[in-house]
């Protein structure tokens, strides 16, 4: 009896031994591998940081050992999110200054800069994140009580969006702008030849460049402190969409002593050195970073009337808003960046810079193809214009809580009908069957659970409006889900890598509490993320 119960010790060992090795099994879940199928599964098994094997509990434990085994008792999991539009290292440089998001006044704003500047008594004083439209008299703000505050001081707080600031008399004199002048793309509001301290779009520049750059140390800190948050969301791969190749170089050597983990896909800001720089050296792709593509501004922001439109603000008769640059900019940009077999993606806000930059793109690309050039928040199209989505294949990469952030005053800026063809996801869906979402972040927050809230319901978080916001532009959760995923991958060129739970794929997956597919409203804004795992590595 002692040698039959030997011998089937024996015969399990072996039978254990000849079992693939796993580095870690993950079972009992609701995994959501967002494949072309919408499969759901009950396990997977990860090695080397791919996935090995996804499938049901029983035959995923029966198949494979692992030293490290989960059971997610039952909650749901899903592929990494992928933010396709933010500002990665902005936010990092963001999370350094005032926050002045959700102030309700001008006098918040003054309060809030004058306590950080007790924590931060040195150099410039910056902040971000004001707007004039969740103020009561929804005006600009000018400088004069900055200036009675820091007489000395230089201060620089920028609107939410990024497309204006205001200044103080310091930080004007350090950029030598002692009054208004004509600039292309941008304004320098004065009043009766008094400067107010508003600046707009590339006005915002001229004293924004005067910012003294973080040295190594915060700019480690910048990086790594975004990381930190953006893991705790179960975002696992960021689209930073505007960075000159030093920052790529700086983010290179992070990477290599693994102190930066995040995944990134980096667009160089239009600038000729960096046009030098990537056509010299040629596309930059590892695990963990991906540098192909060039991020050009057409047009500034609604919220600051930036925008340019094909016809006037509705509430401002007087201006249409502007261009960046001169229309031969773009064309010149376009053909060059074609010829380069490198991917443009162009800021586009209101519909005459839509207009425009989608005519450059259908004569330069000819006619459908794969160069996947993108429009960057396609926030306002005339109806005539949606075709030329399709027409060259060019990919609108759009932002679910803009609409929601300006749904209160959207219809009083464009008008009722001119308001049909703005934010209009649906619509723009249908041109080429896939749409990439992301936040835009720090203008709007980080968490991708809000991104999967606005597309999917398209109300705030006070459940406003009743219905919800244009409805017929909503998209299902599964076109969210994808959209938060396999299409923002695939707006990479790296949707062979990622973007779903299949094998041979990156083991990069969030579990969280509730099942945003099946949960409702408010339990989608509540939602936790109880972990993130990047490449089988539990990061959160």
Request: charged share 25%.
């Amino acid at each position: 009896m002692k040698q039959i119960l030997s011998l089937f010790a024996l015969l399990v060992t072996l039978c254990s031994c000849n079992q693939p090795k796993a580095d870690l099994i993950i079972y009992n879940a609701k995994i959501y591998t967002v494949n072309a199928q919408f499969d759901i599964a009950e396990a997977m098994a990860i090695k080397d940081g791919k996935i090995l094997s996804v499938g049901g509990s029983a035959d995923i434990q029966k198949n494979y050992t692992a030293t490290n085994e989960v059971n997610a008792n039952g909650k749901a999991i899903y592929p990494g999110f992928i933010d396709a539009h933010a500002h990665f290292y902005g936010y990092g440089q963001s999370l350094q200054s005032a926050d002045l998001k959700g102030t309700t006044s001008w006098e918040e704003v003054l309060k809030r800069v004058t306590d950080f500047a007790k924590t931060h008594p040195d150099g410039w004083l910056t902040g971000r994140g004001w707007d004039q439209n969740d103020w009561a008299d929804k005006q600009f703000p000018t400088k004069e009580k900055l200036d009675q505050l820091f007489p000395n001081r230089p201060v620089l707080l920028e609107r939410i969006d990024g497309h204006a600031s205001i200044a103080n008399q310091s930080a004007l004199n350090a950029a030598g702008i002692t009054k208004s002048f004509t600039l292309t793309g941008g304004d320098i509001v004065d009043v009766d030849g008094k400067l107010t301290g508003l600046l707009i779009d590339n006005a915002v520049e001229l004293v924004a460049n005067k910012v003294p750059q973080p040295n190594a140390a915060k700019a480690k800190k910048i990086l790594l402190d975004a990381q930190k948050n953006c893991f705790a969301v179960g975002l696992t791969t960021i689209d930073d969409c505007g960075l000159d190749y030093e920052a790529v170089e700086f983010i290179e050597k992070l990477q290599a002593d693994k102190s930066l983990k995040m995944r990134l896909y980096v667009m160089l800001s239009d600038a000729e050195k960096n046009f030098d720089y990537l056509f010299k050296r040629g596309k930059i792709k590892t695990d963990r970073l991906n540098v192909r593509s060039f991020k050009v501004y057409a047009d500034g922001a609604l919220g600051s009337r930036g925008a340019c439109l094909l016809q006037p603000y509705s509430d401002m008769p007087k201006k249409s808003g502007f261009l960046l640059s001169d229309i031969k900019h773009f064309e010149e940009v376009a053909k060059k960046i074609n010829e380069h077999n490198f991917q443009m993606c162009t800021h586009a806000i209101g519909d005459s810079a839509n207009r425009s930059i989608l005519k450059i793109y259908n004569q330069v690309l000819g006619g459908k193809n794969d160069k996947r050039w993108r429009i960057e928040h396609a926030q306002v199209v005339s109806p005539s214009d949606f075709k030329l989505f399709g027409s060259a294949s060019v990919i609108p990469s759009v932002q679910p809580t803009h609409a929601t952030s300006d749904m209160y005053w959207a219809a009083e800026r464009l008008g009722k009908e001119r308001v049909k063809g703005a934010y209009a996801y649906k619509q723009l869906l249908t041109e080429n069957g896939w749409l990439p979402l992301g936040t835009d972040f720090p203008v709007e927050q980080i968490n991708p659970m809000l991104t999967f809230y606005a597309a999917t319901l398209r109300k705030d978080a006070k459940d406003f409006p009743k219905g919800g916001f244009a409805m017929e532009n909503a998209l299902s959760p599964e076109q969210a889900l994808r959209g938060m995923t396999i299409w923002a991958a695939k707006a990479n060129f790296e949707e062979k890598e990622k973007g779903s739970l299949e094998v041979g794929k990156f083991a990069d997956f969030v579990i969280l509490e509730n099942d945003i597919m099946k949960a409702s409203g408010q339990q989608i804004l509540n939602n936790k993320v109880l972990s993130t795992f990047l490449n089988g590595e539990k990061v959160y």
